[in-house]
């Protein structure tokens, strides 16, 4: 069998060895329970600490703004549940393309609650419309909490969060940015931004697994979203994550340390598919804006729509060769993907590619010789 080609990073990131090296001590020394006063907890609570300290300064945020907790899916819903239950929002603007996270979480708000939800509109190419946002907060004198991603986990399309944060500070919107997808793969000052929350998890970034971000700035104070304990400052009760906090933090160091040598290689291997693709594979097109402002990891391709096209998950699977899919009549997937059909796209078998320091051009092109016999 060959070896495994991994092609779906906006999924999951192998775990860095550094990373995991600097975890494996608190799955075995240091093992106290944080909450604990004697010295072996007192050592966790400390390096917990330490770890929020720099996950702080590297993001521009004060320590005390900064919660760990089990990954985007929670943060995104402490931050929205948060916002309508003790901040007052009663209406909620967000886009057709965001994660099931949000949309999910919004419309369970809007059924349960009453809350008004809207979706703001999107450009021929997947971009939110700016000018409808602006719009959509200056039409209503409701308190309004506005969830926009920073880039598209299937598309790749990035949101400029420091415009629609500006939009928001002007009408007293409140601003959750998921950042999911950006933590670790682009620098953030939030002391620049004006935003109310943003969210993140470490396995975007090669981290580790169960443990994410949950910024809340200083200027809001919302409950506990999980109720039990009184750790991360009573914002959410149950025994910490400890060796995954670490590895959270020990992630982002690198992350932003290299930052500069892994965006240049992961978009020369992006750039380097695409023009591939082009030469070897006859209609194929790109989804979102994949030239333009685009998230450097993620390459989302349609295939032209054939018997063949449609198993093109599959056969790749059997191939070893791992990606994800996208549209309703794509490659193997049983329903559509919410994303593709929004963007009003011809027919097409829609593959995402996205990409890791760890991925070569090599890879890519023993992934056109896969595609060119499958196709």
Do not use: W
Not at 148 to 168: D, F, K, P, R, Y
Not at 262 to 280: F, N, P, S, V, W
Request: charged fraction near 20%.
């Amino acid at each position: 069998m060959s070896a495994r080609i991994y092609f779906d990073n906006a999924a999951t990131t192998p775990i860095d060895p550094e990373v995991f090296e600097a975890m494996v001590p608190y799955f075995t020394d240091h093992f106290g329970n944080p909450s604990s006063i004697y010295s072996y907890g007192r050592e966790n609570r400390l390096a917990i600490e330490k770890a929020r300290k720099s996950v702080a300064g590297i993001l521009h945020a004060h320590p005390s703004e900064i919660f760990f907790t089990s990954g985007g899916t929670e943060s995104t819903n402490t931050a929205l549940f948060g916002a309508i239950h003790a901040l007052g929002c009663t209406r909620i603007i967000t886009s057709p393309i965001e994660h099931h996270a949000t949309l999910h979480t919004c419309t369970h708000l809007s059924s349960t609650k009453g809350i008004t939800l809207e979706y703001v509109k999107l450009r021929e190419n997947g971009h939110v419309d700016l000018q409808d946002l602006e719009e959509k907060l200056a039409a209503s004198p409701a308190k309004t909490l506005v969830t926009l991603m920073h880039a598209n986990n299937e598309i790749g399309n990035i949101t400029s969060i420091e415009a629609v944060g500006e939009l928001c500070k002007q009408h007293g919107a409140l601003f959750h940015a998921d950042t999911v997808q950006t933590v670790g793969h682009f620098p953030l000052d939030l002391s620049s931004i004006h935003v109310d929350f943003i969210t993140g998890a470490s396995h975007k970034f090669h981290g580790p697994k169960g443990v994410g971000l949950l910024y809340i700035n200083a200027r809001n104070r919302i409950p506990a979203f999980v109720h039990g304990g009184g750790q991360e400052r009573n914002m959410r009760a149950g025994t910490e994550n400890i060796y995954g906090i670490i590895g959270f933090a020990k992630a982002l160091e690198i992350a932003t340390m290299r930052h500069e040598q892994d965006k240049e290689h992961i978009a020369g291997i992006k750039q380097y598919m695409k023009k591939r693709l082009e030469e070897k594979i006859p209609g194929v097109i790109f989804n979102g804006d994949p030239d333009g402002e685009s998230l450097y990891t993620v390459l989302s391709v349609g295939f032209p729509h054939s018997d063949r096209s449609e198993m093109l998950l599959f056969n790749l699977d059997v191939r070893n060769i791992c990606v994800s899919g996208g549209s309703a009549c794509s490659s193997g997937a049983n329903q559509g993907s919410h994303v593709i059909n929004a963007l009003n796209v011809p027919v097409q078998s829609t593959v995402r590619f996205s990409f890791s320091k760890y991925n070569t051009l090599q890879e890519v092109d023993m992934l056109l010789e896969q595609l060119q016999e499958l196709l």
